[in-house]
Nanobody
Framework: QVQLVESGGGLVHPGGSLRLSCAAS????????MGWYRQAPGQQRELVAR???????NYADSVKGRFTVSRDNAKNIIILQMESLKPEDTALYYC?????????WGQGTQVTVSS
């Protein structure tokens, strides 16, 4: 079973940047397409970015051109680089397999975009 630990969140002003990291335990990490999800208060969790094991990426329209997902299979890490952040990006961010999350959810990392 893969265990997931997200980090890197924080409070930033609109237009700012953050870099989120997800560390995965388990030897099968490279077998899976991995993604970043987010959940804002009162809203459903949504998939915003994903990367296949080979590094083919896909983004939700709401983050396209601003977020970049990357991964290091040797280190079992997936990164979400977020630029030009907007208040509507405020949410708890999680990583998991994608598009179907099959692992237990980690604790997430909070991103708050506010002036």
């Amino acid at each position: 079973q893969v265990q997931l630990v997200e980090s890197g969140g924080g409070l930033v002003h609109p237009g700012g940047s953050l870099r989120l990291s997800c560390a995965a335990s388990g030897s099968r990490f490279s077998d899976y397409t991995m993604g970043w999800y987010r959940q804002a208060p009162g809203q459903q969790r949504e998939l915003v970015a994903r990367s296949t094991s080979a590094g083919i990426t896909n983004y939700a329209d709401s983050v396209k051109g601003r977020f970049t997902v990357s991964r290091d299979n040797a280190k079992n890490i997936i990164i979400l680089q977020m630029e030009s952040l907007k208040p509507e990006d405020t949410a708890l961010y999680y990583c998991n397999s994608a598009p179907l999350p099959i692992f237990s959810w980690g604790q997430g990392t909070q991103v708050t975009v506010s002036s």
